[in-house]
């Protein structure tokens, strides 16, 4: 075993040979939009996310599905198997099969298999001081499906935010490898912070981000500001807010995002400057235009986390 739990990394590492390991994933949620072959999407982009996140390629995928006996046709779960399908595809990954219970509540998602270079893992720990931080992904998809929920999202809002959970980390995970990245992980349920805070305790040093840097989906300022926090970013903020230290020029809503659950977030990625600048260049060049250099790795100080 080359990658337990010790560190909380994304998912987990087994040597089978000197040059071929394995990586285990496991992921499901419960539905986060209406539609049951965008949620299929989603849930599947999602699970597969914690592989990339790692340097890894998925190969394969268990399907998991709680289902309850009664009040749903059956047709919308085939939609739902049929998104998972779809996004797994687009990956390059086999569904070799999965399980079902029974379950008042639904849920879907995927337990998966990567291979990987034993010698090339990516751990979320091993940032070092002077590394820019570059994130993938906007954030704000807690805050937007807080607001679907309430059926107060424009359109527009919401294809940004679908089109931003649906996609793979995929582009991101492959351009990363070209580069010396010292540390990597995706942004989901526990947010910027949370999943930073991660690295940072792991590596031993402090993350700055930059307020102003942050890439947002389109409402998420306007939505936060109207109160659409998710329960997630309350316990998320709760728990993580007091080791983070936030700047009094930092807007409100601002630290409010950086707490916000991220459903299919982004990865975060510390390398050198240089080629922080080189990879974020070939993202946008591949037509990233949302990702962005958001921070930099400090020697360790008084907070793992500092928002400015």
Request: net charge negative; charged share 20%.
């Amino acid at each position: 075993m080359l990658v337990g739990i010790a560190t909380g990394d994304d998912a987990g590492v087994y040597r089978l040979s000197d040059d071929l390991a394995i990586v285990n994933t496991v992921d499901f949620f419960t539905p986060v939009v209406d539609d049951p072959f965008v949620y299929g999407q989603i849930a599947a982009a999602n699970a597969l996310s914690d592989v990339y996140a790692m340097g890894g390629e998925p190969r394969v995928a268990l399907n998991i599905v709680c289902w309850p006996q009664s009040g749903l046709p059956n047709e919308m779960l085939a939609k739902i198997l049929e998104g998972g399908a779809a996004k797994a595809h687009e990956a390059g990954v086999v569904i070799a099969g999965g399980h079902s219970v029974f379950d008042e509540e639904v849920k879907y998602g995927m337990a998966v298999t990567g291979v990987i270079d034993p010698r090339k893992i990516v751990r979320n720990v091993g940032a070092r001081v002077g590394d820019s931080l570059l994130l993938s992904k906007p954030l704000g998809t807690g805050i937007l499906m807080t607001a679907l929920k309430r059926d107060r999202i424009p359109d527009e809002q919401y294809a940004a935010a679908i089109k931003s959970m649906a996609e793979l980390n995929a582009a991101t995970a492959r351009a990363m490898r070209k580069y010396e990245v010292h540390a990597a992980t995706d942004i989901t349920g526990f947010g910027l912070a949370g999943h930073a805070m991660q690295m940072a305790e792991g590596s031993g040093v402090t993350l700055k981000f930059e307020e102003s840097d942050l890439p947002l989906l389109p409402g998420a300022i306007e939505w936060c500001r109207a109160g659409m926090i998710p329960g997630g970013g309350k316990r998320n903020r709760e728990f993580f807010g007091p080791r983070v230290r936030i700047s009094g020029e930092v807007s409100d809503e601002m630290a409010e995002l950086a707490f916000d659950p991220q459903t299919s977030g982004g990865l975060l990625i510390a390398l050198p400057e240089s080629q922080a600048i080189a990879l974020l260049a070939e993202l946008q060049a591949a037509g990233n235009l949302d990702a962005a250099i958001v921070g930099t790795v400090l020697p360790s100080g008084d907070y793992p986390i500092e928002l400015v």
